[in-house]
Antibody, heavy 122, light 108 residues
Framework: QVLLVESGGAVVQPGKSLRLSCTAS????????VHWVRQAPGKGLEWLAK????????YYADSVKGRFTISRDDSKNTLYLQLNSLRPEDTAVYFC???????????????WGQGTLVTVSS | EIVMTQSPALLSLSPGERVTLSCGAS???????LAWYQQKPGLAPRLLIY???TRATGIPDRFSGGRSGTDFTLTVSRLEPEDFAVYYC?????????FGQGTRLEIK
C-alpha cells in the first residue's frame, strides 16, 4: 500500500534551519508530483510547495518563497523540504502529500503522511 | 490567488441528520478542480471528493459533492457518528493551491 512517512521535525530557535524528509513506498515515486502542506496548531491547512514528477519544476507559496526549498531524491524515494530562516509563525505540523493521478496539474491529495511537528521558539 | 470561503465555521448536528457544507471561490475554477477533505484530531486529512463531485475510492455514498458556478457543496445525507470532524475544501485549478478555512461538524 502507499505510505508516506515524514521525519525531521524538531524544536528550533528563530532564524535556524531544518530539513524535513518524506520517505515514500508502495508506488512508483518518479511518476508523481509531491507536495508539502502545513497546519499550524488549531488552524487550517496551508499549501507550501510542489515538485513535479521529474523534479524539473518547483512551486512555492509566497509565504515561504525564498526561505523553503523543496527537492527530491528519486534513488531514495524521498522528498525533502529545507526550511531556512525559521520564524515562530512557521510552527506547524508539516505533511507531505501525493497527488491522486499522474495527469498534469490535477492536484488533489489522495495520500498524506502522518505529519511531523516543527516548533520554532527561543 | 483564489480565496476559498467555507461556511459555516461550526455546525452542531445529531447523527442521522442531513447536512450541506458550503465553499465559495473568489474566482471561477478551472475544470471543477475542487476537492473536499475530512480531518479528525491528530490525523492527516482524508480525501473525500475530487473534481467537485467524484467520490474517492472507499468513500461512502452518503457523501456527495456539487457545484453551482463558483459555489461548491458537500452533502452528507445521513450523519454517522464517525462523520463528526473538520471538513476542508481545496481548489487545485489555479496556482497557488488554496484551502478553505474549514467547517467543524460537532455532535449536538
Amino acid at each position: 500500500q502507499v505510505l508516506l512517512v515524514e521525519s525531521g521535525g524538531a524544536v528550533v530557535q528563530p532564524g535556524k534551519s531544518l530539513r524535513l524528509s518524506c520517505t515514500a513506498s508502495g508506488f512508483t515515486f518518479t511518476n508523481y508530483a509531491v507536495h508539502w502542506v502545513r497546519q499550524a496548531p488549531g488552524k487550517g491547512l496551508e499549501w507550501l510547495a510542489k515538485i513535479s514528477f521529474d523534479g524539473s519544476n518547483k512551486y512555492y507559496a509566497d509565504s515561504v518563497k525564498g526561505r523553503f526549498t523543496i527537492s527530491r531524491d528519486d534513488s531514495k524515494n524521498t522528498l525533502y523540504l529545507q526550511l531556512n530562516s525559521l520564524r515562530p509563525e512557521d510552527t506547524a505540523v508539516y505533511f507531505c502529500a501525493r497527488v491522486g493521478t499522474t495527469a498534469k496539474n490535477v492536484e488533489y491529495f489522495l495520500y498524506w503522511g502522518q505529519g511531523t511537528l516543527v516548533t520554532v521558539s527561543s | 490567488e483564489i480565496v476559498m470561503t467555507q461556511s459555516p465555521a461550526l455546525l452542531s448536528l445529531s447523527p442521522g441528520e442531513r447536512v450541506t457544507l458550503s465553499c465559495g471561490a473568489s474566482q471561477s475554477l478551472s475544470n471543477s478542480n475542487l476537492a473536499w477533505y475530512q480531518q479528525k484530531p491528530g490525523l492527516a486529512p482524508r480525501l473525500l471528493i475530487y473534481d467537485s463531485s467524484t467520490r474517492a475510492t472507499g468513500i461512502p455514498d452518503r457523501f456527495s459533492g456539487g457545484r453551482s458556478g463558483t459555489d461548491f457543496t458537500l452533502t452528507v445525507s445521513r450523519l454517522e457518528p464517525e462523520d463528526f470532524a473538520v471538513y476542508y475544501c481545496q481548489q487545485y485549478g489555479t496556482s497557488p493551491i488554496t484551502f478553505g478555512q474549514g467547517t467543524r461538524l460537532e455532535i449536538k
